[in-house]
């Protein structure tokens, strides 16, 4: 009786400890940035090794349901207008963090936003923008990424868009308040 009980402790423990370091990867993103912007979208000989950062934030967000989310204030929940390059018809979702301070969104903070077109049924691309220390203190430490609907690494010219991505931070740099972050921007 003791020994199942040790065990069945045992056991919750481990799986307690992969969910914290899974957490703690996808909230810090402290390990292995990859520069993804610039590599083959071919995944080649590496094939073998740990998934792209790109792909793992991806799985991320599929399992922590973004769609759950919460829209920012001031931000409709069931979408709005948008403007090139972003869908005719946009969906803005947050994760707490960037809900609790956006007067300065804080490290982990994730920015979601799907892009449909304008009948807003068909979905044609989901932006994510993730803030993590120190790693782009030039535009913001934004992490930039641009999916397909079906969850793949959008490409451009043969490179993943991904990383420090030029196109979004070169636009999102007109953004007030120098965060790289227009949904907060007086309306
Ligand atoms: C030519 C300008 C432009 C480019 C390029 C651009 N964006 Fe945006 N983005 C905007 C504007 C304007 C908004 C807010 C207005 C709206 O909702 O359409 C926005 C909103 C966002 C948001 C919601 C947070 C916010 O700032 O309001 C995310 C996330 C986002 N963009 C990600 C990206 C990513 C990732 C890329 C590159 C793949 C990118 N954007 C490229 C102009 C741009």
């Known amino acids: ?23 703690v990867m996808a909230q810090s993103g402290t390990r ?21 950062f790109d792909d793992r ?6 399992q922590a349901q973004y769609r759950n989310w919460a829209s920012l204030p001031g931000v409709p929940a069931d979408g709005y207008p948008g403007n090139s390059p ?13 809900a ?10 994730i920015l979601i936003k799907e892009n449909y077109d304008a009948s807003g049924d068909n979905l044609m691309a989901v ?3 993730y803030r993590s220390e120190g790693f782009a203190p030039e ?4 992490y930039w990424a641009k999916y397909e609907p079906d969850g793949r690494v959008s490409a451009m010219n043969n490179m993943r ?11 999102h740099r007109s953004a007030e308040g120098n965060d790289f972050v227009f949904a907060n921007d007086a309306q």
């Open 1 to 23: 009786m003791v020994r199942k009980t040790q065990f069945l402790l045992a056991v919750a423990a481990v799986v307690l400890c992969a969910g914290l370091a899974q957490l």
């Open 32 to 52: 292995s940035y990859p520069q993804t912007q610039g590599t083959q979208a071919t995944q080649g000989s590496a094939s073998r090794a740990e998934a792209p």
């Open 57 to 62: 934030l991806w799985s991320y967000l599929k």
């Open 86 to 98: 972003h869908g005719e018809r946009v969906k803005l979702y947050v994760n707490r963090t960037a």
């Open 100 to 109: 609790a301070g956006q007067d300065g969104f804080r490290a982990g903070s």
């Open 127 to 129: 932006t994510v923008m």
């Open 139 to 142: 535009s913001g430490d934004w």
């Open 161 to 171: 868009v991904s990383g420090r991505v030029g196109m979004c931070i070169d636009c």
